[in-house]
């Protein structure tokens, strides 16, 4: 059964630094989303990756996709206080198109 | 098109009580999910819905839950004798299944249930 795991679950941060979050996932899938959920809010669709090698790009983040490793990243550039949010990958699989979440990751941006 | 709508946007009930969501997806939207969020956690798969035919459904859900989208359009989240452990978000969305194109997959604002 498909299962994804995200890292870090946890993510404090200077504004203007770079990093990455980390979704893996178990079983073969050519297709991933990312959100973003902000306190007491639904979720907001960021990119839908869907093929190997995919990349795409909005403002200061950047998402991408190996299905061959089973790994996309969430990479945050010059992080700004409004970034500050939960971030989800939620990973479709192959075999039956259920979707599946990671447990996100909580960002904090300090100003 | 105002996107994905869901009602109530909240609920309040004893336990034992039947509660129903209903979730109105995009009109061209031919796959409607179900997912159920508490807190700290990221939204977890109950079921989903290609037009009218329900397709997938968690081996998790209880017999308790059962879900309609009897003409393809909107859909019914029906929860039997709720328990305090039903108490959470139920989060809608639907998306297209036609074309590559158009796989982003669009939620709803939510159902916030309590069960008390």
């Known amino acids: 059964e498909l299962k994804v795991e995200q890292n870090p679950l946890f993510l404090s941060m200077q504004e203007g630094k770079n990093y990455t979050i980390y979704c893996n996932y178990s079983?073969?899938?050519?297709?991933l989303y990312w959100y973003r959920q902000d306190p007491g809010k639904s979720l907001e669709s960021l990119f839908v990756l869907l093929s190997n090698g995919a990349v795409k790009q909005e403002g200061r983040l950047m998402a991408s996709l190996d299905t061959k490793a089973r790994l996309s990243t969430l990479h945050i550039t010059a992080a700004v206080h409004d970034l500050s949010a939960t971030y989800f990958c939620?990973?479709?699989?192959?075999?039956?198109?259920?979707?599946?979440f990671g447990k996100g990751t909580r960002l904090h941006i300090l100003p | 098109d105002t996107g994905v709508s869901q009602n109530p946007r909240h609920k309040i009930t004893k336990r034992g009580q039947n509660v129903t969501f209903r979730c109105d997806p995009i009109s061209e939207h031919n796959r409607l999910y179900w997912y159920r969020q508490t807190l700290g956690q990221g939204p977890e798969f109950l079921t989903y819905f290609q037009n009218e035919a329900q397709l997938e459904k968690s081996r998790l859900l209880s017999d308790r839950f059962s879900a309609e989208r009897p003409k393809g359009s909107f859909s019914t989240l029906e929860i039997q004798r709720t328990e305090q452990g039903d108490s959470a978000m139920y989060l809608c969305?639907?998306?297209?299944?036609?074309?590559?194109?158009?796989?982003?997959?669009?939620f709803g604002p939510g159902t916030r249930l309590t069960v008390t």
């Open positions: 969305a639907s998306s297209s299944h036609l074309r590559v194109q158009f796989y982003e997959q669009y």
């Open positions: 939620a990973v479709v699989s192959n075999r039956d198109d259920k979707i599946i």
């Open positions: 079983t073969t899938s050519d297709r």
